[in-house]
């Protein structure tokens, strides 16, 4: 029998599990509940990959959902992008807040270090230990943003498709047009069988990061193959790139996370920023989408010598040094955002 493990009152199967949710900080109760789909107390690994990158298949759920929203008019109803600004604006507000409480749990660990007295050492560790919960309870609330917004977009999408599905049907009720049977596809292209030439090195933050992305890509690939098939660039590294210039935020422009003004749309401002010529890219050959996306954040690095965080964050071809405005170098600096091929070995 395989070694079990806890947090709380949840048993957790597997050492591997165990260890994601204690360093992604997953141990309020009230969190793993969440995750416990079959309320057994036992949280398993693939109720974890349910919640967090299949959010959408909503199993016994979908039925039900389907059911109400195909007969709800989609009128009124809150577009995707819409949906995603008012969540992803609520993520980061609490993204910075953990970020800012790492950086005082890592100060007080250094007064830690340096305390003698067992009184001070007493309230040092009191200290750490309310920062942890603090961060533990943001966490929770990242996740529970992240399953609403996923749930949203879900609706408001079967309500798209169930509207779409009764005009075909009434199109050709009325002689002009065709009985269509729409699902929505997966979106899958076949391409080589490529070669990594690296691993993961992702801190907690790109671990969730990682996991946003993920649910980001199954819910709006669609718009990325749009903007794919009239640039030849493929829709997966689309995604990256908007992840890591916009965080995937369709009201900003590819270029640089800009405002779309002066565009008719996301699409159109994506096929403009694409055409800049950034080398040719070959569907068969990764390092291509690699060298493509380092010319399109430039090559102050490859100058330098150096890899390109915009590339490499978050493996092990990346240690350090990242421009932190324009024309200034840091090389003690590490870039906390995901890079192009982390997200693209995640998606392909």
Do not use: C
């Amino acid at each position: 029998m395989g070694e079990n493990f806890k947090i709380g009152n949840y048993k957790i199967e597997g050492k591997n599990m165990y260890n994601a949710l204690k360093e992604a900080g997953i141990t309020n109760e009230q969190y793993l509940k969440m995750l416990d789909k079959n309320n057994d107390k036992t949280i398993t690994e693939n109720e974890l990959q349910t919640f967090i990158e299949d959010i959408d298949d909503t199993n016994s759920n979908t039925n039900n959902t389907a059911q109400t929203t195909a007969n709800t008019a989609t009128s009124g109803t809150k577009t995707v992008e819409e949906v995603e600004e008012e969540y992803w604006k609520q993520i980061q507000v609490l993204e910075k807040q953990i970020e800012n409480l790492e950086e005082q749990r890592h100060l007080l660990l250094s007064d830690y270090s340096k305390v003698e007295d067992a009184s001070e050492a007493e309230q040092v560790t009191s200290n750490i230990q309310n920062v942890n919960n603090q961060i533990s309870n943001l966490r929770g609330q990242v996740l529970s943003l992240m399953t609403n917004m996923e749930m949203q977009i879900t609706r408001i999408k079967q309500q798209e498709l169930a509207a779409a599905q009764r005009a075909a049907n009434q199109n050709a009720a009325n002689g002009t047009g065709q009985v269509m049977n729409l699902s929505a596809s997966n979106g899958s292209t076949n391409y080589g069988n490529f070669s990594y030439n690296f691993s993961e090195k992702l801190s907690s933050r790109q671990q969730s990061e990682l996991q946003m992305f993920k649910s980001h890509w199954a819910q709006n690939k669609s718009r990325y193959q749009s903007v794919a098939s009239q640039t030849g660039v493929p829709a997966e590294l689309i995604a990256a790139i908007h992840w890591r210039e916009a965080s995937g935020n369709f009201n900003r422009r590819l270029h640089d996370g800009g405002s779309l003004s002066g565009y008719s749309s996301w699409e159109a401002s994506a096929v403009d920023a694409l055409s800049g010529g950034y080398g040719n890219i070959d569907l068969n050959n990764i390092n291509t989408w690699y060298d493509f996306a380092e010319r399109y954040n430039g090559l102050g690095y490859k100058n330098k010598g150096l890899p390109s965080p915009y590339v490499w964050a978050g493996t092990t071809n990346y240690t350090s040094g990242k421009y932190v405005a324009d024309g200034v170098f840091d090389p003690g600096y590490v870039d906390q955002q995901l890079g192009v091929a982390v997200m693209l070995k995640a998606i392909l």
